[in-house]
């Protein structure tokens, strides 16, 4: 198999607070693990790539200390984003390498979706 | 800059018809080319995969990669109303887990 697991599905929050987001791979452990972000109408758009026990890699334009990335295991990663403010509202979506097929292949979570009010 | 493109669409067809899907990337260096499906509101979902020339059929969907002329197709047969989705067109290069998506194709089959 190749399940990958997101939580919370959906989050409401106010201007301000911090939100973090679980993705865990069920039956397969992951070397790496990767966040998007997905607005309405548009195309994923990559955020940052995580290895195990090791720091984020962050696309350009992303701010790494709003969105906080630690993948602590082969099977966890988790994104945190801090003082989160309306423009924040997306669909986060993360995936994982290292199930089922091709090494290379990139498995999706469910995805979160984050409203801030 | 790598590029994955696909027509937006939408790509309407009806019930049972072939649906044919394209997408043109930019990396000659690419090795391995990525069909997933999203529908609204969802996650995209793996439907196959291809890294060699030629076809690869799994079901009703059969990929196609021509490397020469950097062209990935997707083609549903027997197309149904629950294949009405955006399909997305992902491919990455040489050493990289990271993929380059294109922006989509909405496909909608009509009863």
Redesign the interface.
């Known amino acids: 198999g190749a399940v990958v697991s997101q939580h919370p599905s959906r989050v409401i929050c106010k201007s301000g607070t911090s939100v973090k987001i679980e993705c865990r791979s069920l039956d397969f452990q992951a070397t790496?693990m990767?966040w998007y972000r997905q607005f309405p109408k548009?195309?994923?758009m990559?955020m940052a790539?995580s290895n195990e026990g090791s720091k984020a890699t962050y696309e350009q334009g992303v701010e790494k200390d709003k969105f906080l990335i630690n993948h602590a295991s082969l099977t966890l990663s988790t994104l945190t984003v801090t003082s989160a403010h309306p423009e924040d509202s997306s669909?986060y979506?993360c995936s994982a390498?290292g199930g089922q097929?091709?090494t290379?292949?990139?498995?999706?979570?469910?995805?979160t979706r984050l409203t801030v009010l | 800059q790598k590029e994955v493109e696909q027509n937006s669409g939408p790509l309407s067809v009806p019930e049972g018809a072939i649906a044919s899907l394209n997408c043109t990337y930019s990396d000659r260096g690419s090795q391995s080319f990525f069909w997933y499906r999203q529908y609204s509101g969802k996650s995209p979902e793996l439907i196959m995969f291809i890294y060699s020339n030629g076809d690869k059929e799994d079901g009703r969907f059969t990929a196609q990669l021509n490397k020469a002329s950097q062209y990935v197709s997707l083609l549903i047969r027997d197309s149904q109303p629950s294949d009405s989705a955006t399909y997305l067109c992902a491919v990455n290069g040489a050493g990289s887990y990271q993929l380059t998506f294109g922006k989509g194709t909405k496909l909608s089959v009509i009863p």
């Open positions: 790496t990767f548009q195309s994923l990559l790539t669909f979506i390498i097929g091709a290379d292949t990139q498995y999706f979570g469910p995805g």
